[in-house]
Nanobody, 125 residues
Framework: QVQLVESGGGVVQAGGSLRLSCAASGDTSSIAGVGWFRQAPGKKREFVVG????????EHANSGKGRFTVSKDNGGNTAFLQMNNLEPEDTAVYYCAANNRWGGVPIGDFMYAYWGQGTQVTVSS
């Protein structure tokens, strides 16, 4: 089992930045990658960006390209989502998820076995 805890959400003005953290604990050696997803009110959960834990390969959704960056701490078990130039449309609950089975960087939420509780990001105009 893997436990994930997100932090770093909040309220920011349009054009601002936020950095979310995702701390993993438990059977962290089983983690193949971490993905960040978001869900806005009335919308489906969508993939934002993900990183392969072993190779460092990163995959972005179009919505975050050029603005969102994912990274992990060397030797640790924490992933980060750096979000720059935020827009009101980025307002959502952001979740990190751990993939313990698939290679590459899966973008389907069904491919992630473990999920954090989510953290609210609100971007005001």
């Amino acid at each position: 089992q893997v436990q994930l805890v997100e932090s770093g959400g909040g309220v920011v003005q349009a054009g601002g930045s936020l950095r979310l953290s995702c701390a993993a604990s438990g059977d962290t050696s089983s983690i193949a990658g971490v993905g960040w997803f978001r869900q806005a009110p009335g919308k489906k959960r969508e993939f934002v960006v993900g990183i392969n834990w072993n190779t460092g390969w990163i995959e972005h959704a179009n919505s975050g390209k050029g603005r969102f960056t994912v990274s992990k701490d060397n030797g640790g078990n924490t992933a980060f989502l750096q979000m720059n130039n935020l827009e009101p449309e980025d307002t959502a609950v952001y979740y990190c998820a751990a993939n313990n089975r698939w290679g590459g960087v899966p973008i389907g939420d069904f491919m992630y076995a473990y999920w954090g509780q989510g953290t609210q990001v609100t971007v005001s105009s």
